[in-house]
């Protein structure tokens, strides 16, 4: 299955997309950052991004969104809303 996974570079983003690719699954790690350890096919690139992640789903059978704010005052709170529900910006 073709799996796109949004926030892949993240700790729990790293473990899946491992477990992902050792089930055989084609996997694109869509993210801001690159891995510290590539795995999988990396598309840089922001959740806020409407266009950018669209073309980022074209083709894909299924998507893991785990792109999100990790934590309090690092965004408004419908930015953190925003991004972590739904992937897109409010701004």
Not at 14 to 41: F, M, W
């Amino acid at each position: 299955m073709r799996i796109l996974v949004t926030g892949g570079s993240g700790t729990l983003g790293g473990y899946i997309l491992r477990d992902l690719i050792a089930a055989g699954h084609q996997v694109i790690c869509y993210c801001r950052t690159p891995p510290a350890k590539p795995i999988g096919n990396v598309c840089l690139g922001d959740v806020a991004d409407f266009d950018g992640l669209l073309r980022a789903c074209v083709a894909q059978e299924a998507i893991i969104h785990l792109a999100a704010v990790p934590g309090p005052n690092r965004a408004s709170p419908q930015q953190t809303v925003a991004v972590n529900l739904g992937g897109l910006s409010t701004s």
